[in-house]
């Protein structure tokens, strides 16, 4: 029996671990960059996030941080969502999403790699709506909009 997934808000002794997650997620997802920031630097990015107004969550399983969400409320935005690759398709991640529409009820955003067709059909599947397909503000590469409404 799988152990009980635990949401909660990421404290600063997480920040390592997010880090970790989210390296090892986004390297290895369908339309990965090929200048991947370090681990280090995610870390390094975590801090400077959160003074400019991310709220950080994290998804354990046996102790274990084995996701992160990071949300821009005051943009109705998600800004970051990994699992880590081996609890991928254990539901860690549509209990990230829910805890994302808890955050923000009225609805959100959300960009993601144009490639990434794993994450665009959990996306419609989870009930977001394709919006647009366009460059990603700073990096230029090509992304998908895709928003969440309540109805």
């Not at 941080?65 to 109705?76: F, Q, S």
């Not at 230029?140 to 409404?149: D, R």
Request: glycine content about 8%; proline content about 4%; overall charge negative.
């Amino acid at each position: 029996m799988q152990s009980e997934i635990h949401i909660r808000p990421a404290a600063q002794s997480d920040f390592e671990n997010v880090a970790a997650v989210w390296h090892e997620s986004a390297s290895q997802m369908e339309a990965a960059v090929s200048n991947m920031p370090s681990v280090i630097d995610l870390r390094a990015r975590i801090d400077h996030e959160i003074e400019n107004g991310w709220l950080l969550f994290v998804a354990e399983r046996s102790d274990m941080v084995v996701g992160m969400l990071a949300l821009r409320p005051n943009e109705a935005r998600l800004d970051q969502i990994f699992v880590r690759p081996s609890f991928q398709g254990s539901g860690i991640g549509a209990e990230l999403i829910k805890e994302a529409k808890r955050q923000m009820p009225s609805g959100f955003n959300l960009r993601m790699a144009e490639g990434n067709k794993g994450a665009a059909g959990f996306y419609e599947h989870l009930g977001f709506e394709f919006v647009k397909r366009g460059r990603h503000p700073f990096s230029g590469h090509w992304v998908c909009y895709y928003q969440w409404k309540t109805a």
